[in-house]
């Protein structure tokens, strides 16, 4: 049997991923890269054109995507500070594919101690987000940084410890 065009394409609106292949013995497997379907359920139409001696034939089936739940890695800079001087968060939220997050660099937040700040996510997902002396309350503080979530990912957060020493001049 000589190998024949098939065509798939999507249902959703946003999810016009469409892609053509070779149908071979009855069957063709095909792999719809990140970013291509939105969470929900999408259905995909495959349709093959006939010839001269088979005929036209469509099929469809049904995806269900769900969206993806990262985790963060969170070290700090000392784990032990005296309150005037800084402290930075380094981490990484793991589990994003760069092809599907919302925009090239998203916002991490960080809440705790008595500080309440943001960071950016650069496109390696890595975060480093300074807090500024004076901003942690004298105690162990933990600090929470949060990935708020977006059209493909689930909010995430991670957590770390510093202790926070008063200064005495």
């Known amino acids: 049997c000589a190998a024949k065009a ?10 016009g991923y469409g892609l053509g292949g070779t149908l071979s013995g009855g069957s ?5 890269p990140p970013a291509n379907l939105f969470p929900g359920t999408d259905t995909r139409y ?8 088979y005929v036209p034939k469509t099929a469809t089936t049904s995806v269900t995507v769900t969206k993806a739940t990262p985790s963060i890695t969170v070290t700090p800079s000392a784990t032990s500070i005296v309150s ?19 925009v090239p660099f998203e916002s991490v937040s960080v809440s705790g101690g008595g500080y309440t700040g943001a960071g950016v996510l650069m496109n390696t997902n ?7 002396p004076g901003s942690l309350s004298p105690r162990s503080d933990t600090l929470t940084v949060t990935f ?13 410890t510093v202790s926070v020493t008063p200064f005495v001049k």
Request: hydrophobic share 35%.
């Open 6 to 15: 098939i065509s798939i394409a999507g249902g959703n609106p946003g999810n």
């Open 28 to 32: 063709y497997t095909f792999t719809i």
């Open 46 to 53: 495959g349709a093959y054109g006939g010839d001269s001696v």
């Open 84 to 102: 005037n001087f800084t402290v930075t968060l380094s981490g990484t939220v793991v589990g994003l594919v760069p092809e599907v997050q919302s």
């Open 126 to 132: 890595q975060f480093s987000i300074v807090i500024p």
């Open 148 to 160: 708020p979530g977006d059209g493909f990912f689930n909010p995430a957060s991670g957590t770390t």
